[in-house]
């Protein structure tokens, strides 16, 4: 556990230093959300419909942008090599760059996305089925996030093909958390689809930093 | 690790044996895959009666179901391969992932192809972001990761490495892909298969099937091998025995 | 003395392949405790690639490095205990003060307890406490970076470069400090293009020649 607080205390640190960062990737965040409208153009009723699948998206493409900072500057600076080598398991120390992942860019994301959907005209009913969704998802898409990175960061241009990796573990999130949205909205029962948000957040949180962790050594040799 | 086993695996992973070994089977493999394939389409296209509901469209069959089980198939053969390169560095299992990548994606993208074309007569659309079809496509994108992923790293050991994680940590699409249609309520139809006993078609429209599933996994085998024996020259090409195969000039 | 003996490091028929090039093959040597294994050779002929097999990061092409009689495959993390590496990159994050770094090295590897502060004043970084990393000469970041070995409990040092653009009384300091873990019982493996003074020690040096 040393070894996970260590990370997100370390991690949290380093992005408190590089704050501007932070604030480009919740800026970009919300340029994507609003092209939507505007690309749609003055239909307000079509941009409430389709609002929590721009939110979604957005969402992803933010994230995705984020989490290729991970370990990039770890593995270009020779720090990768000194975990590796480390007195603690990796995958823990994995774990706590994910979850340092998710604090810095998961939680702003959430703080800023009411406003959005309000934005968006999304009515208050959805809008908060929409923020569960995000809480529940946003974890695992930086842990299915990490998987990526670690198999892509020893190449010098691995943004497009950190896309091609990730984006189809992201799929299945997307799909059930825009589906519990819309069958809230539509009054039908939501258990099933908040079960497998569950169950994905769980398995992300507890499997996802092993096979990070045999990439990360993989990408270091 | 160290299981019993794991001389026998050497021995039968041992680039030469596996080079000679594929250059018997290659071509009975692949002649017998063809003459079945042959033999399976005249008489689907051809010969088996129309479907009372479908009527000739149903024909589309015997493409898509062997595309659509071989896709399946093919990624689970590369997943294992992938558990195999990646405990054991096994070389030969190295070579096994990334001969595997592209056929799979062929027979995947060739089940939604079938697949669209059936689905307009049937469904009235080409495409509907139904769960089978998506996690088939989901499917297609993660081959085209393995295959990006190993030509993106230059150093072919490393590269087999991590297409191998990428490899294992897809697999979980291929039950969700195969149970999609009873976890779902899907416009799929269910299985053509089943259990012979109480085949879900009817015989006359099941053999031509059978034969054709029989024609494309001999014709995947002989293509797997084909690619695997060139990728291990490929890789050996430094090595005493792939240059004595050079001076025979086969 | 260090806590624990230490067993010795034994490689056998060794070879490393890197792309399509044969970086070295069939190399084999056992180091034992108190030694100190100097590796030179022109630039290209497989110096990291070694290192990096030796200390676990890289697997080889064929042959096995043994810790105490076991692959270090297999011993995988208990192995990794015994070792201190500072590469050829410094592991030193940029965006950290000095302090910050060194209580970093601290928390990935246990080692001797230590003063923080006493440390930096040991490397000639007292004044640099507070300050980032980046702001530091790249002397003072190499500096920084074998602070690593004045905690150090491991008995195995792998050090790849670690002399370059340190001055002449940095390497010294650094020089004696290899010497003393070796008369300690402890085992250093390096690498370096500079002629090093390590008398007191019991050094075997290992020309590694450009492979055909």
């Known amino acids: ?221 | 690790m160290k299981f019993p086993f794991m001389p026998f695996l050497h021995r039968i992973s041992s680039p030469p044996r596996f080079y000679r070994m594929a250059c018997r089977w290659i071509p009975r493999l692949g002649w017998t895959g063809l003459i079945f394939m042959l033999v399976g389409l005249v008489w689907g296209l051809g010969f088996a009666p129309p479907d009372y509901q479908q009527g000739n469209a149903f024909r589309i069959m015997y493409i898509h179901v062997p595309s659509a089980w071989l896709s399946l198939f093919i990624y689970t053969v590369m997943a294992v391969s992938a558990v195999i390169a990646f405990v054991w560095r096994i070389k030969l299992a190295e070579v096994m992932i990334i001969a595997n990548a592209p056929i799979g994606a062929t027979f995947t993208f060739l089940a939604l192809v079938t697949g669209s074309i059936w689905g307009k007569p049937m469904w009235g659309t080409y495409w509907v972001w139904d769960p089978r079809l998506t996690f088939e496509l989901i499917l297609l994108f993660q081959y085209f990761g393995v295959i990006a992923l190993y030509t993106a790293i230059t150093d072919r050991r490393v590269g087999a490495r991590a297409a191998a994680i990428l490899a294992m940590v897809g697999i979980v699409t291929v039950p969700i892909v195969h149970y999609s249609v009873v976890w779902w309520s899907s416009l799929h139809q269910g299985s053509s298969f089943k259990t012979l006993d109480n085949p879900a078609i009817a015989w006359s429209m099941l053999v031509p099937l059978l034969i054709m599933f029989i024609g494309t996994n001999l014709f995947y085998l002989a293509v797997v091998f084909l690619r695997s024996r060139n990728e291990l020259l490929l890789r050996e090409k430094q090595t005493a025995w792939v240059g004595e195969i050079l001076d025979k000039g086969v | 003395m260090l806590s624990n003996t230490c067993p010795s490091l034994t490689v056998s028929s060794l070879a490393a392949v890197r792309g399509e090039t044969r970086l070295f093959s069939d190399l084999s040597f056992v180091l034992e405790p108190g030694q100190l294994l100097f590796i030179q050779g022109g630039n290209g002929c497989g110096k990291t690639s070694l290192l990096y097999i030796l200390a676990g990061l890289r697997l080889a092409e064929t042959g096995t490095v043994a810790w105490g009689g076991t692959d270090i495959t297999q011993l995988g993390k208990q192995f990794h205990q015994q070792l201190c590496f500072v590469g050829h990159q410094n592991g030193v994050k940029a965006e950290l003060t000095v302090w910050e770094n060194i209580q970093g090295f601290q928390s990935l590897k246990t080692g001797k307890a230590g003063d923080i502060q006493a440390c930096i004043d040991t490397l000639g970084l007292a004044g640099y406490e507070d300050s980032l990393a980046y702001q530091l000469s790249s002397g003072q970041q190499r500096r920084l970076a074998l602070s690593r070995l004045l905690f150090s409990s491991q008995p195995l040092w792998i050090l790849d470069e670690p002399f370059t653009s340190l001055d002449k009384g940095s390497v010294r300091f650094f020089e004696s400090l290899l010497v003393a873990h070796s008369q300690q019982g402890g085992m250093v493996i390096l690498t370096s293009h500079q002629a090093l003074d390590l008398s007191g020690s019991e050094a075997v040096h290992l020309e590694l020649e450009k492979a055909a």
Not at chain 1, 25 to 34: E, G
Not at chain 1, 101 to 106: D, I, P, R, T
Not at chain 1, 118 to 124: C, K
């Open chain 1, 1 to 221: 556990m040393d070894a996970v607080m260590y990370m997100i205390r370390r991690e949290l640190l380093l992005a408190f230093r590089q704050r501007a960062e932070l604030v480009n990737a919740l800026l970009f965040y919300s340029f994507i959300v609003v092209l939507f409208p505007l690309a749609i153009g003055a239909n307000a009723k079509l941009i409430a419909t389709v609002a929590p699948a721009i939110i979604w998206v957005a969402a992803l493409l933010s994230v995705l942008l984020s989490i290729d900072r991970t370990f990039r500057s770890d593995f270009e600076d020779g720090t990768l090599e000194q975990l590796i080598l480390s007195d603690h398991p990796l995958s823990l120390l994995v774990l706590g760059k994910i979850l340092a992942h998710w604090l810095v860019s998961g939680v702003p994301l959430l703080v800023l996305t009411p406003l959005l959907t309000l934005f968006l005209g999304l009515d208050a009913g959805s809008s908060k089925v929409l923020m569960l969704t995000l809480l529940l998802g946003t974890p695992v898409l930086s842990a299915a996030g990490a998987i990526g990175v670690a198999l892509t960061v020893g190449l010098r241009r691995g943004g497009i093909l950190l896309a091609l990796l990730v984006l189809p573990m992201y799929i299945p999130v997307l799909l059930f958390a825009t589906v519990m949205v819309a069958h809230a909205k539509a009054g039908a029962p939501v258990a099933a689809d908040l079960s497998m948000l569950i169950a994905f957040l769980i398995l992300a949180i507890t499997l996802a930093p092993l096979p990070t962790a045999a990439a990360l050594k993989v990408s270091v040799s």
